[in-house]
């Protein structure tokens, strides 16, 4: 459909007929037809909470009938193409409950393993899941389809916000629907780098070449790449200084160091790649202060220095909310005493996640 609204209890929502008709003009696979619409609740059951959450938003609705992998792909690469030619910013929603009455204990199993192939945006590997485990999950074709498109648009990041099944409210595990909430996030390059990194190092330990230099990956610059699992770190390494060529091989080398050789933590296993989050610092160069007047928790990281001992510590960090909390931590770092004269370096971060 490519004009009109729709009409809920909220009430109406009008269609984007701009986006619309540019995917429909651009696309092989795509057909107006209002009709295909009728007897398919996927759409409507997602418009409340649109509606909701945001009054004026606009849709374009999709159905898709049972179609190949290589469809799915093509689908996603018009919707892309269509957006980036209208220059929006937007947001791809696919409708679908997992796997339908079976054993809670079945489902758990089936459903893990679609969602395992979505947290790592592939698309192939889900319906390649959905038909080998006999996974009834009712949109996988509409889910690779958003994962194609999102990718092409820079996704590079996922987050699985919840997984449930109707057990959990009915109490009866016997036969049960699955549900996921599943959030692909679009990411800045120098993150991509970061997870491509790690994920190239873990999985076949390959130093990976960047495939593209973009602006903010030339120069030299220190570095220090952080990994959080579920909220929690799960690694941290970087560089004061700059010791590689640019910024990219500075972020491939300190994401490999921050998931393999973190002292505090063991190395990432293949199977924690998909949860992993990761932010990205590039330092400026450090400069000498006079004294903790000239620094500010918030805005400044600071470099504690006595001799050959030396503490760094990022800014803007949960938790560390003063100056004299960031020293401290430095000096534990380091190995410094309390007591002990110590020079002091401030810098700034450009910050990505």
Same mark, same amino acid.
């Given at each position: 459909?490519? /004009? ?27 057909? =107006? ?11 409507? +059951? ?23 992998? =290589? ?30 009455? =079976? ?77 996921? /909430? ?12 970061? *997870? ?78 998909? /949860?992993?989050?990761?932010? +990205? ?19 400044? /990281?600071?470099? +504690?220095?006595?001799?050959? *001992? ?21 000096? *534990? ?8 004269? +110590? ?7 450009? *910050?990505?996640?």
């Amino acid at each position: 459909m490519t /004009g009109g609204d729709w009409q809920t209890p909220l009430g109406k929502i009008a269609i984007d007929s701009a986006l619309a008709q540019q995917i429909l003009a651009g696309s092989r696979y795509f057909e =107006e037809d209002e009709t295909a619409h009728q007897f398919e609740h996927a759409v409507e +059951v997602q418009l409340p909470f649109l509606q909701y959450f945001k009054p004026d938003a606009k849709i374009v609705p999709v159905v898709i009938a049972q179609t190949s992998i =290589e469809v799915c792909k093509g689908i996603g690469q018009e919707i892309a193409s269509a957006v980036k030619e209208l220059g929006r910013e937007v947001v791809l929603i696919a409708s679908s409950d997992m796997t339908h009455y =079976e054993s809670q204990k079945s489902a758990q199993v089936k459903d893990d393993q679609a969602i395992n192939a979505i947290l790592n945006l592939r698309e192939d590997e889900l319906l390649e899941k959905v038909a080998k485990l006999n996974i009834s999950m009712c949109g996988a074709l509409p889910a690779a389809c958003v994962i194609a498109a999102a990718r092409e648009l820079g996704a590079g990041a996922t987050e699985l916000v919840d997984y449930r099944t109707s057990g959990d409210e009915t109490g009866d595990y016997r036969s049960v629907v699955g549900y996921a /909430g599943i959030i692909l996030k679009k990411t800045h390059p120098l993150v991509s780098l970061a *997870r491509e990194a790690v994920t190239g190092y873990v999985k076949n330990h390959k130093v990976i070449k960047p495939s593209e230099i973009t602006p903010e990956m030339k120069g030299k610059a220190g570095v220090f790449v952080s990994i959080h699992k579920r909220g929690a770190l799960r690694g941290c390494i970087g560089t004061i200084e700059p010791t590689r060529h640019n910024i990219a091989e500075e972020i491939i080398a300190n994401a490999i160091s921050s998931a393999t050789s973190d002292p505090r933590f063991p190395p990432v296993s293949a199977g924690e790649l998909a /949860g992993l989050d990761f932010k +990205v610092d590039v330092l400026t160069a450090p400069e000498p202060v006079a004294g903790t007047g000239e620094l500010d928790s918030q805005k400044y /990281g600071v470099i +504690v220095e006595t001799g050959l *001992r030396r503490g760094l510590l990022l800014p803007d960090l949960e938790g560390v909310d003063s100056v004299d909390h960031q020293i401290e931590i430095c000096r *534990r770092k380091a190995g410094i005493g309390p007591d002990e004269p +110590v020079k002091l370096y401030r810098f700034r971060v450009d *910050r990505y996640q």
